[in-house]
């Protein structure tokens, strides 16, 4: 019998050298995925804290004159209260749900490697990690660089989830143990 044309190749080396990194069934989330949900999280935030403050807060933080006028103080306040709040969120809501709203929105878990749950210190150092991208102005461009980063690595990772020896996966694709446990 003659040789078939058609020939099967592996699949995509990054996608295989992702599979190696996860538990076996468990799908890495798609990167815009997470873009996706970091944005509803940052909108929810913002949402609020205009609401609450009438719009005048951001207003202050955006002006960047403010920095080298006489109410720098004033404005570096602001800078301050607006990273406290991130830091809360997204502390208290990885406590408590093992993710942010805006990743149980897009059914998002953030886990160890090995597909068990973060616990409370590792959601500190997570938060405190995640401030780097809400610096007004900065924090974009931080975003969009490690986001390209972790598009042309082999295994799709960002800077934050290497640092943190943590992966964010698709949430029902989670073993029960680890997937009953999420809020």
């Known amino acids: 019998m003659a040789e078939s044309p058609l020939s099967i190749h592996g699949g995509n080396m990054a996608k295989e050298a992702v599979a190696a990194l996860t538990p076996e069934g468990v ?6 995925k997470r873009v996706v949900a970091f944005t509803l999280d940052v909108l929810l935030i913002s949402i609020l804290i205009n609401l609450l403050t009438g719009g005048r807060y951001y207003s202050v933080l955006m002006n960047w004159e403010n920095l080298t006028s006489q109410y720098a103080l004033y404005w570096l ?10 830091w809360l969120y997204f502390k208290y809501t990885g406590r408590r749900l093992h993710r942010s709203l805006g990743q149980r929105a897009m059914r998002l878990a953030v886990v160890h490697d090995d597909a068990t749950l973060l616990n409370d210190i590792h959601w500190n150092k997570r ?8 610096i007004p102005g900065v924090g974009q461009i931080i975003g969009l660089i490690e986001l390209a980063i972790a598009l042309f690595s082999a295994d799709h990772l960002t800077p934050l989830d290497k640092n943190g020896h943590t992966i964010v996966v698709v949430d029902y694709t989670l073993p029960g143990e680890s997937r009953f446990d999420l809020g």
């Open 127 to 134: 938060a405190i990690s995640k401030l780097r991208y809400v």
């Open 27 to 32: 799908l890495l989330a798609p990167l815009w």
């Open 77 to 86: 306040l602001h800078l301050f209260l607006h990273m406290v709040i991130y």
